[in-house]
């Protein structure tokens, strides 16, 4: 069974950084692409980021690029997320995700996705 735990979240004041980790574990994490979501209160889930699985292909949401930054290390089963600059609108539980695919193209959406966390929190303060 694929199980993904985000770590990292928690409390920072706007033009503060926080890194975001995601384990994996129950599968060969290194063959699958995987992405970051996030979602604010009352809000729909909403794209980040992704990578593939080989960590050489990345795109970001418009909200998010130049200021975050998705990588990951194959062999410690683990994702990133480097956030920097963070805003008052950054606020949201984000989410990990995997697929069964090498790569995901197109525009992103949570259903190209099968796996989840179970999400942690990030809030920046004004």
């Known amino acids: 069974q694929v199980q993904l735990a985000e770590s990292g979240g928690g409390l920072v004041q706007a033009g503060g950084s926080l890194r975001l980790s995601c384990a994996a574990s129950?599968?060969?994490?290194?063959?699958?692409?995987m992405a970051w979501f996030r979602q604010a209160p009352g809000k729909e889930r909403e794209f980040v980021a992704r990578i593939s699985s080989s960590g050489t292909t990345t795109s970001y949401s418009d909200s998010v690029k130049g200021r975050f930054s998705i990588s990951r290390e194959n062999a410690k089963n683990t994702m990133y997320l480097q956030m920097s600059s963070l805003k008052p609108e950054d606020t949201a539980v984000y989410f990990c995700?995997?697929?069964?695919?090498?790569?995901?193209?197109?525009?992103?959406?949570?259903?190209?996705?099968?796996?989840w966390g179970q999400g942690t929190q990030v809030t920046v303060s004004s």
């Open positions: 129950g599968r060969t994490f290194r063959i699958y692409a």
């Open positions: 995700a995997s697929t069964n695919s090498r790569m995901v193209v197109g525009n992103p959406s949570t259903s190209q996705y099968t796996y």
